[in-house]
């Protein structure tokens, strides 16, 4: 048990769900790596969402409004980190929405851990199993297994935590991407069109928000809102505060 008086409260809260996380069979050893990687990042940007993640959160629930087929991509870190988020952003955009686990390290055992996660949370995932299953092209890696009625034939994806192949090859399907990433470096990062550089425990709870306060809004606003959103800039200015922060 870890005392809400611990200065560290919240990243140890974190670790302590990913080895929850593991331990259920959610997440994959290299998950753990991953989020090593992750906190090292969120430490120079001060453990905090700053007001370029905000503007990209904003983008991206504009985006999540204005698609007719959006996917929640889920994998071993996101399950174990913050599935009741995931429930609730699902619910907020609505019923056209799916959730799909999507898994680097596939194993049909993990699949179905996952899925059983997510559905203590009110979520049917998709999970590309037998019929249902299609490939993406031009991808190597176990991430190119999707749900035929999922990320295959979805117009918007929301990839948090990713590696960069997938976002690319959905990318090269002509797939808008938002994507959840603490490195503004990473390829997933370059290559999405809307990259949140925030921590996924805290970009998830106020995209939420921003999906709730938007939900009213007219289309061609909401349009105005995603285009006007320019990442390559937002990432600049994201790695300048990694800089500030170094120094
Ligand atoms: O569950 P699986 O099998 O799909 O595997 C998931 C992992 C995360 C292991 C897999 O996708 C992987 O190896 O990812 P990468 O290539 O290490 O990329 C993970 C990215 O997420 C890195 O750029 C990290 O900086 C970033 N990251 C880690 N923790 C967080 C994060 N971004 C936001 N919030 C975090 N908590």
């Known amino acids: 048990m870890i005392p809400h008086s611990h200065p560290r409260y919240y990243s140890l809260s974190e670790r302590h769900a990913l080895e929850t996380g593991m331990r259920k069979g959610i997440t994959h050893v290299q998950g753990l790596l991953a989020h090593g990687r992750g906190e090292a990042f969120d430490y120079l940007i001060g453990e905090r969402t700053t007001n370029e993640a905000r503007k990209a959160i904003r983008a991206a629930a504009a985006e999540l409004l204005l698609a007719e087929r959006p996917v929640i991509s889920v994998n071993g870190n996101v399950a174990a980190l913050c ?126 928000m921003e999906v709730k306060r938007m939900r009213a809004w007219k289309k061609a606003r909401l349009s105005r809102l995603a285009r006007s959103f320019d990442n390559k800039r937002n990432l600049k200015a994201s790695l300048l505060i990694i800089r500030r922060g170094v120094r």
């Open 83 to 208: 599935p009741g988020a995931v429930a609730d952003l699902a619910k907020a955009i609505g019923a056209k929405t799916r959730v799909e686990v999507n898994l680097f390290y596939r194993s049909e055992r993990r699949v179905r851990a996952i899925a059983a996660e997510l559905k203590k949370f009110g979520i049917i995932a998709l999970t590309a199993g037998g019929k249902n299953m299609a490939r993406i092209p031009g991808l190597q890696s176990k991430r190119a297994i999707v749900e035929k009625g999922g990320i295959f034939s979805s117009d918007v994806v929301l990839v948090p935590l990713e590696d960069g192949d997938r976002t690319e090859a959905l990318r090269r399907m002509g797939k808008r991407m938002i994507a959840i990433d603490l490195n503004p470096l990473s390829r997933t990062a370059q290559r999405a069109n809307i990259s949140i550089v925030d921590n996924i425990t805290r970009a998830m709870p106020l995209l939420v």
